[in-house]
Every structure is written in structure tokens, then in C-alpha cells.
T-cell receptor, first 113, second 112 residues
């Protein structure tokens, strides 16, 4: 059972570079989420998706874009990376918003120099 | 806006009980969750409680909910070194239109 898989696990970027983080889930979940985790701040929701072809902004969406072209994949893009985006990024998925728990990937550690 | 608060750190001795506390502000919260994060890993759902319950027990874990005070706690009995991790409290509101709100996490350190 793979669950939620994130690639890459680690990445170092220079300011201004772009990159895409990939999240894949094999549980046929409708809902997918991208969070960032910073020391002392818990998890903050960046963007989420309630189904294939749909996306919505979370708490901290600025500087990020997302796409959900296939139900099993949720991509997070940084168009022009900034040092403030240095963080650990987590993807999660769930059957629904209301009473279903979220399943998390193992995270992507991203450093922007 | 909605807020979930936790203390940052807790240290206990192996074999003792641990109690991790959480307070939340949203009175329309329905489900309240406890997640565990081990080093280098994602969050793992430990247990959850529905807001019409006062207590839920699952092996060594006991969740207590005080709706009046909007206070949630997680008690781990007979704490083991493998319980050392960060524990996150999270709440979900009734409409389901808003995703989970997480606390900042409590780091539990278990001394042998």
C-alpha cells in the first residue's frame, strides 16, 4: 500500500528558480491538499482540491500554483522561488472534507538559497 | 479566524502517563483529531473524537473533550520511548467547507 507519495523528498533551489512538487495517491480519494510546515507554526494549508480539475486557495496561497489534471495527482508549483518558501511541504488526501481523516505523505524538504 | 493552540514541549519519564493539551476557538467544530509525527515522516492519524462525545479510549490512548471550555486532551498511558514525536491537534468545522485547522504541535520527549 503506497498511500500518498511525494516526490522529490529533498530539493535545494536558488532564488528565482521554479520547480514542481508532485503528490500521488492510490486510494481513489477525491480531496487533496498541500500544506507547509514551519517551526512553531504547525501546518498551514496552501491550496486544496475537491476533485479532478478543481482547485481552491487555502490559508497561504501566494507564490504557489496547483493543478489537478488527474484524480490521483496534485501538483504544487513555485514559479519564482523565494527564501521565505523554505519549508517542509506535505501533501494529504481524504475521501471528503467533513468526517474523513486525511492521509499524509512523508513530506518534501525544500530549501531556497 | 479559527485558532488551535497547544503547548510546545512536554517531557516525561518512560512508564509515566503523558497528557497533551489543546484548546480551540471554533464552537462549530465537529471532529477533533490527534495526529502523530515522527522525525522525517508525515502525520499519522492516531485517534479522533466527535464533538458530541466526552471521552474516547483506544488502548493506551484516552481523549477527553470539554466542549464548554473548548479543551481537548490526549493521555498516553505507560509512555514508551517510541512515543517520542510531535503531536498535533486538529479540528474540523461543521460545514466541511474548510479543511482542517492544525495546532502548532507539542513535542513529546520520553526519557528512559
Amino acid at each position: 500500500n503506497a498511500g500518498v507519495t511525494q516526490t522529490p523528498k529533498f530539493r535545494v533551489l536558488k532564488t528565482g528558480q521554479s520547480m514542481t512538487l508532485l503528490c500521488a495517491q492510490d486510494m481513489n480519494h477525491e480531496y487533496m491538499y498541500w500544506y507547509r510546515q514551519d517551526p512553531g507554526m504547525g501546518l498551514r494549508l496552501i491550496h486544496y482540491s475537491v476533485g479532478e480539475g478543481t482547485t481552491a486557495k487555502g490559508e497561504v496561497p501566494d507564490g504557489y500554483n496547483v493543478s489537478r489534471l488527474k484524480k490521483q495527482n496534485f501538483l504544487l508549483g513555485l514559479e519564482s522561488a523565494a527564501p521565505s518558501q523554505t519549508s517542509v511541504y506535505f501533501c494529504a488526501s481524504s475521501y471528503g472534507l467533513l468526517n474523513q481523516p486525511q492521509h499524509f505523505g512523508d513530506g518534501t524538504r525544500l530549501s531556497i538559497l | 479566524g479559527e485558532d488551535v493552540e497547544q503547548s510546545l514541549f512536554l517531557s516525561v519519564r518512560e512508564g509515566d502517563s503523558s497528557v497533551i493539551n489543546c484548546t480551540y476557538t471554533d464552537s462549530s467544530s465537529t471532529y477533533l483529531y490527534w495526529y502523530k509525527q515522527e522525525p522525517g515522516a508525515g502525520l499519522q492519524l492516531l485517534t479522533y473524537i466527535f464533538s458530541n462525545m466526552d471521552m474516547k479510549q483506544d488502548q493506551r490512548l484516552t481523549v477527553l473533550l470539554n466542549k464548554k471550555d473548548k479543551h481537548l486532551s490526549l493521555r498516553i498511558a505507560d509512555t514508551q520511548t517510541g512515543d517520542s514525536a510531535i503531536y498535533f491537534c486538529a479540528e474540523r468545522e461543521v460545514s466541511g467547507r474548510r479543511a482542517l485547522t492544525f495546532g502548532s504541535g507539542t513535542r513529546l520527549q520520553v526519557q528512559p
